[in-house]
């Protein structure tokens, strides 16, 4: 790899994401809606962002990832994850960064949910935001073969 390229190589990609952890303070699903208020444990500030911590892509999408999981085996009527569930299809907008690590709001609204045997096929309305009026939005598709 040619060095005059490294000065542009983010840290946070290559070192801080993988360092980076959350943890649920509260997970509630009510019929098609699934809420759940997450925490930055071990956030990745980056010495280039003037204003200091903002929520990447990255584990937003792990965490949206991990409350489809929930959504999806809830409406199969299971009890625990026993299958995957495979991301089709995708779009997020992000409005304003979310900047405060603590009480992510993820709320997650399905437009349907359809089981056709064992099969479960979902599409979801998602928000995350913040305390301090950050907004990610978005939609998925997902199966659960």
């Given at each position: 790899?040619?060095?005059?390229?490294?000065?542009?190589?983010?840290?946070?990609?290559?070192?801080?994401?993988?360092?980076?952890?959350?943890q649920?303070?509260?997970?509630?699903?009510?019929?098609q809606?699934?809420?759940?208020?997450?925490?930055?444990?071990?956030p990745?500030?980056?010495?280039?962002?003037?204003?200091?911590y903002?929520?990447?892509?990255?584990?937003?999408?792990?965490?949206?990832?991990?409350?489809a999981?929930?959504?999806?085996?809830?409406?199969?009527?299971l009890?625990?994850?026993?299958?995957?569930?495979w991301?089709r299809?995708?779009?997020?907008?992000y409005?304003?960064?979310i900047?405060?690590?603590?009480?992510?709001l993820?709320?997650?609204?399905?437009?349907?949910?359809?089981?056709?045997?064992?099969?479960?096929?979902?599409?979801?309305?998602f928000?995350v935001?913040?305390?301090?009026?950050?907004?990610?939005?978005?939609?998925f598709?997902?199966?659960?073969?």
């Amino acid at each position: 790899m040619p060095a005059q390229y490294e000065k542009f190589f983010s840290p946070y990609l290559r070192v801080g994401r993988k360092q980076e952890s959350w943890q649920y303070q509260q997970i509630e699903v009510c019929g098609q809606v699934l809420s759940a208020m997450v925490d930055m444990v071990d956030p990745y500030v980056s010495s280039t962002d003037a204003n200091g911590y903002h929520l990447a892509i990255f584990p937003a999408l792990e965490i949206l990832s991990e409350l489809a999981l929930i959504h999806l085996h809830y409406a199969a009527g299971l009890t625990e994850k026993t299958r995957e569930v495979w991301m089709r299809e995708s779009k997020v907008k992000y409005s304003r960064a979310i900047r405060i690590p603590d009480n992510i709001l993820f709320e997650l609204r399905a437009r349907s949910l359809r089981n056709r045997g064992t099969v479960v096929y979902g599409e979801v309305d998602f928000t995350v935001s913040d305390a301090s009026g950050g907004l990610f939005e978005g939609m998925f598709k997902a199966i659960m073969p």
